[in-house]
């Protein structure tokens, strides 16, 4: 097993100042810690040190600075298709966050906002406002519940609601620096501050920035903005028949952004996005992974699950539904001028387990159900590619054909949903493959490396990259932008300690 020079003498160290459970070397954790979807293969760590506070934190980092070990950080290690626990390289030692550090350490009832450790989950944050019976709700991801809100905010991840901007609705962290130093952004500079998690910039410049898909420190603690819960909800969905919809279907969309009468963000989902946790694909047997699902098969899953190629769904909050079925009734009519959109009520759509995650995640209601997807090939190879696209017909019709063509080119099923907001929708195009199958792998592998070049020739670049990619996609950047953040980098983590090479940054 690989080991980088240092690693054992490092972990002996930690061990020595944290204590032997601190620590876990064995064989079976060293391959679990670095077990992945990815198309490169799982990574194997030298050890995973389980720090139990933000001065463990220190120490850790001070004996990695010693023994010149690089680190990875993690908080829950819920990252499937971007790497999940794993590190970019083999022989690094795993920083579990999470394990130890998982308080909720304060809840602002009045103001908003929790101030987390790593470790807490969704579904914890989420059950904690139920248990208490808070008028306040979570915006969640429609991913895995056990799911971190720190380390989703730090991967610039996304839920649904008016919140869903992660990184926009953190307030002020607390991070242990590559140098050791430890830095609370924002107020939380001020001794006694009572502004950290509720102003956001503050005196001086705007430093949270650096600590997002970066590699310049370990962040232990987190503020987070909750949304007032809205007495009522009503969710919408529109079902398109044809693939080449997607062009007018942002059309409609767009004005009720502009103008924010719908607060949600539209999930654009394709076919295979909503049938997909469901079923798994019909004709893999027959064609050996070869080709694509055919048109035919899906417009057969379609038909059972009452859906077309695409279904758009948002939702309205309010006082109550009586509020809220006029306004329903104005987008209603506004979709109606395309004579192709089939309207599907709430009460319909509660019934329809592919639209039930939408309801869900517009009620900021953590789901499993998701990760049901995982299982349309088998062999669970997984990665997210996630371009955006700007919020134009004509820009949507194009990219949707680029990436539906290069899918197709390499045998893969064209899985999509697009979260549209008022200027971009950003596109969760999610690459299913067999890892059992170096065959189809290696395919999976070349059709990510097309879909990233082509997008980015065409001016459409990803908002987050799995851990195969991420020197890939600082490649097409301007080299400006790579050097900036090394210059960072050597500043913050002279030694190049914290995941070296990490988004590109080395
Ligand atoms: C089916 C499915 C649907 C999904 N839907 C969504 C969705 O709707 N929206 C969305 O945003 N995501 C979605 N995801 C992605 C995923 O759920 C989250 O992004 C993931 O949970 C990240 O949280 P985590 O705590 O597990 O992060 P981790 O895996 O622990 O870490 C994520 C990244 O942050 C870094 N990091 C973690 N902790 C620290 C720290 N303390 N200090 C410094 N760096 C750190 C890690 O090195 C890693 O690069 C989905 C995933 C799946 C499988």
Redesign the pocket.
Same mark, same amino acid.
């Given at each position: 097993m690989p080991e980088t020079n240092g690693a054992g003498k490092f972990l002996a160290a930690v061990r020595n100042a944290l204590g032997a459970e601190a620590v876990n070397v064995t064989p079976e954790t060293r391959h679990r810690y670095g077990e992945n979807t990815m198309p490169a293969g799982d990574r194997i760590v030298s050890g995973v040190v389980y720090p139990g506070s933000t001065a463990e934190v220190e120490t850790v980092i001070r004996l990695a600075n010693e023994y010149r070990v690089p680190l990875?950080?993690? +908080? $829950? !290690?819920?990252?499937?298709? =971007? %790497?999940?626990?794993s590190p970019v390289k083999d022989g690094w030692v795993t920083v579990d966050? !999470?394990r130890r550090m998982n308080a909720i350490i304060d809840i602002d009832d009045v103001l908003g906002w929790a101030e987390v450790e790593?470790g807490v $989950?969704y579904q914890m944050l989420h059950d904690e406002l139920v248990r208490r019976g808070s008028k306040l709700m979570l915006d969640t991801? +429609? %991913?895995?519940p !056990?799911? %971190?809100?720190? =380390?989703?905010t /730090?991967?610039k !991840?996304?839920?649904?609601t008016p919140y869903f901007d992660?990184f926009a609705m953190s307030c002020g962290m607390e991070?242990v620096l590559g140098n050791g130093d430890v830095i609370r952004t924002g107020d939380g500079g001020l001794p006694g501050a009572k502004l950290w998690h509720v102003s956001k910039y503050s005196y001086g410049p705007y430093l949270d920035g650096l600590?997002v898909q970066s590699?310049f420190?370990?962040? $232990?603690r987190l503020g987070f903005w909750l949304m007032p819960r809205p007495p009522a909800m009503r969710t919408f969905h529109f079902s398109f028949p044809d693939d080449d919809d997607l062009a007018e279907i942002v059309e409609l969309v767009r004005p009720l952004k502009m103008s924010n009468l719908v607060p949600t963000l539209f999930r654009l989902t394709n076919d295979i996005y909503l049938y997909g946790a469901e079923e798994t694909n019909p004709e893999y047997a027959a064609t050996g992974g070869k080709a694509g699902i055919s048109d035919a098969a899906r417009r057969a899953l379609q038909k059972k699950h009452g859906v077309g190629a695409w279904v758009a769904s948002a939702a309205l909050y309010g006082a109550g539904d009586d509020g809220l079925k006029p306004v329903v009734e104005r987008i209603r009519q506004h979709f109606a001028r395309s004579r192709k959109a089939r309207y599907i009520s709430h009460e319909e759509a509660l019934g329809m387990v592919p639209l039930k995650i939408a309801i869900d995640?517009f009620a900021g209601i953590p789901t499993t159900h998701?990760?049901g997807? /995982?299982k349309w090939r088998p062999g669970g190879g997984?990665s997210?590619f996630v371009p955006g696209v700007p919020m134009r017909g004509d820009l949507a019709r194009h990219y949707h054909a680029l990436g539906r063509a290069i899918y197709a080119k390499h045998g893969l099923d064209y899985c999509v949903m697009n979260?549209a907001g008022a200027r971009f929708a950003r596109g /969760?195009h999610?690459l299913f493959f067999n890892r059992e199958n170096p065959e189809e792998t290696a395919r999976a592998d070349r059709c990510y490396r097309e879909l990233a070049l082509e997008f980015s020739k065409a001016g459409y670049s990803v908002g987050r990259a799995p851990?195969d990619y991420h020197d890939l996609h600082m490649g097409e950047l301007d080299p400006v932008i790579r050097k900036t953040a090394s210059s960072i980098k050597s500043v913050l983590d002279p030694n190049g300690i914290?995941?070296p090479g990490?988004y590109g940054i080395a």
């Amino acid at each position: 097993m690989p080991e980088t020079n240092g690693a054992g003498k490092f972990l002996a160290a930690v061990r020595n100042a944290l204590g032997a459970e601190a620590v876990n070397v064995t064989p079976e954790t060293r391959h679990r810690y670095g077990e992945n979807t990815m198309p490169a293969g799982d990574r194997i760590v030298s050890g995973v040190v389980y720090p139990g506070s933000t001065a463990e934190v220190e120490t850790v980092i001070r004996l990695a600075n010693e023994y010149r070990v690089p680190l990875w950080p993690i +908080s $829950t !290690g819920y990252n499937q298709g =971007g %790497g999940t626990r794993s590190p970019v390289k083999d022989g690094w030692v795993t920083v579990d966050c !999470g394990r130890r550090m998982n308080a909720i350490i304060d809840i602002d009832d009045v103001l908003g906002w929790a101030e987390v450790e790593p470790g807490v $989950t969704y579904q914890m944050l989420h059950d904690e406002l139920v248990r208490r019976g808070s008028k306040l709700m979570l915006d969640t991801t +429609s %991913g895995p519940p !056990g799911g %971190g809100v720190l =380390g989703n905010t /730090l991967e610039k !991840g996304a839920g649904y609601t008016p919140y869903f901007d992660h990184f926009a609705m953190s307030c002020g962290m607390e991070v242990v620096l590559g140098n050791g130093d430890v830095i609370r952004t924002g107020d939380g500079g001020l001794p006694g501050a009572k502004l950290w998690h509720v102003s956001k910039y503050s005196y001086g410049p705007y430093l949270d920035g650096l600590f997002v898909q970066s590699n310049f420190g370990i962040v $232990t603690r987190l503020g987070f903005w909750l949304m007032p819960r809205p007495p009522a909800m009503r969710t919408f969905h529109f079902s398109f028949p044809d693939d080449d919809d997607l062009a007018e279907i942002v059309e409609l969309v767009r004005p009720l952004k502009m103008s924010n009468l719908v607060p949600t963000l539209f999930r654009l989902t394709n076919d295979i996005y909503l049938y997909g946790a469901e079923e798994t694909n019909p004709e893999y047997a027959a064609t050996g992974g070869k080709a694509g699902i055919s048109d035919a098969a899906r417009r057969a899953l379609q038909k059972k699950h009452g859906v077309g190629a695409w279904v758009a769904s948002a939702a309205l909050y309010g006082a109550g539904d009586d509020g809220l079925k006029p306004v329903v009734e104005r987008i209603r009519q506004h979709f109606a001028r395309s004579r192709k959109a089939r309207y599907i009520s709430h009460e319909e759509a509660l019934g329809m387990v592919p639209l039930k995650i939408a309801i869900d995640a517009f009620a900021g209601i953590p789901t499993t159900h998701e990760l049901g997807m /995982l299982k349309w090939r088998p062999g669970g190879g997984f990665s997210w590619f996630v371009p955006g696209v700007p919020m134009r017909g004509d820009l949507a019709r194009h990219y949707h054909a680029l990436g539906r063509a290069i899918y197709a080119k390499h045998g893969l099923d064209y899985c999509v949903m697009n979260i549209a907001g008022a200027r971009f929708a950003r596109g /969760l195009h999610m690459l299913f493959f067999n890892r059992e199958n170096p065959e189809e792998t290696a395919r999976a592998d070349r059709c990510y490396r097309e879909l990233a070049l082509e997008f980015s020739k065409a001016g459409y670049s990803v908002g987050r990259a799995p851990i195969d990619y991420h020197d890939l996609h600082m490649g097409e950047l301007d080299p400006v932008i790579r050097k900036t953040a090394s210059s960072i980098k050597s500043v913050l983590d002279p030694n190049g300690i914290i995941a070296p090479g990490k988004y590109g940054i080395a």
